[in-house]
């Protein structure tokens, strides 16, 4: 009787399933493993909002118990406004292949704030990655506090030392210059006088620069006159003085702005030429400020050297602005690269302002 061929082949069949099992059990492993590190809350959703599964690391962070939401629609689960939110969201989501975003709030066992980053996950299906960002919303506040306050005591600080300069240092010149103008009309020679015309003349010059500082450090024409006006004055002084030509345009500005607005443009239009003038090598900038749909867009630009925004993310200059913008809940973009010049758009909300507007205009100041 002829001998039987080994089965070699079926035992290799076996052997690979085995392993295959194994390697499945190992991803599965790995993928819980990595499911039960991540804090974040993960949604999978239908494009038509439907919810079909979800990953919740901290329960305690869901809206609504599973049962509740699973099957169901976005907007039978979630606020009316937000649901239409997510809704717009998850259509985007399906448009594009990167990461739509959506900030919310909603009202747990306490105020919570959350960040969801929904993604496309197969046909008509979308992943939201949804992370509780509520401490870092308050954190986010609290140094906006922090800054508002400390931005107000440098105001406070400036505003009395433009006073001082003014009510006290500037009066002594002036006493100081009707002294030596009296001497030259009594001096006893041509020579003399001749001399003391010179340095009554020399005074004057001290005095307009200390006048110049303190209107700088407080633009009493911001109060009085308003932004357009103080912005004019600004752009028209950094003409004359820094070899600079600004050319200033305003359109649809409210009569009446809130001081911290007002402040907040006048400050960074101020901290922008001075940049400009001393680093850009620039002849021209050009400052916009317009109004519209219950925001003040400021827009600063120069064609001169430019820079590298990342490299200077510690320089005061920079620094200032970008807490000025946040203490206003703005929103600042500096577009620079180098020997490409500069660009810095700030947009910041308004609240109720007056209906009364300043006329379009356009300048070379």
């Known amino acids: 009787m002829a001998e039987q061929p080994p089965r070699v082949q079926p035992m290799r069949q076996e052997q690979t399933e085995a392993e295959l099992r194994a390697a499945v059990a190992s991803a599965e492993t790995r993928s819980g493993a990595i499911l039960k590190a991540i804090p974040d809350l993960m949604f ?15 329960p305690k962070l869901l809206f609504v118990p599973p049962t509740t939401f699973i099957g169901k629609k976005v907007h039978e689960v979630m606020p009316p406004a937000l649901a239409a939110t997510f809704i717009d969201a998850l259509e985007r989501a399906c448009q594009t292949d990167d990461p739509v975003v959506v900030e919310y709030e909603l009202a747990l066992d306490e105020p919570r704030h959350f960040e969801a980053r929904i993604v496309q996950a197969g046909a008509d299906r979308l992943l939201s990655i949804v992370r509780d960002v509520t401490e870092s919303k308050r954190a986010m506040e609290l ?4 800054a508002q306050r400390l931005i107000a005591s440098q105001e406070a600080e400036r505003q009395r030392i433009a006073r001082e300069l003014h009510d006290d240092v500037s009066q002594r010149i002036a006493i100081l210059n009707a002294e ?28 307009t620069d200390v006048h110049d500082i303190s209107y700088a450090l407080h633009p009493s024409w911001l109060e009085s006159l308003g932004l357009v006006a103080g912005l004019k004055s600004l752009c028209r002084d950094a003409s004359k003085l820094r070899n600079l030509r600004v050319y200033f345009t305003h359109t649809q500005i409210p009569g009446a702005l809130e001081p911290d607005v007002s402040l907040c443009i006048y400050r960074i239009v101020q901290e922008a030429l001075h940049n400009i003038a001393r680093h850009s090598q620039a002849e021209e900038a050009n400052v916009s400020v317009t109004c519209n749909d219950g925001h003040m867009a400021l827009r600063i630009t120069d064609l001169g050297v430019g820079f590298n925004p990342s490299q200077l993310r510690s320089g005061l200059g920079l ?9 206003v809940n703005g929103q600042l973009s500096i577009d620079a690269a180098e020997g490409g010049g500069a660009q810095i758009t700030v947009e910041i909300p308004l609240g109720s302002q007056g209906s009364n507007f300043a006329p379009p205009s356009t300048a070379h100041v």
């Open 44 to 58: 999978v959703m239908m494009r038509d909002g439907t919810y079909v599964d979800y990953h919740a690391g901290n």
């Open 180 to 207: 030596v103008d009296l001497m030259a009309a009594q001096a006893g020679s041509e020579a003399a006088r001749a001399r003391l015309r010179t340095l009554a003349a020399q005074i004057r010059d001290i005095a």
């Open 143 to 146: 140094n906006r506090h922090l």
């Open 319 to 327: 620094a200032s602005i970008r807490e000025r913008v946040a203490v």
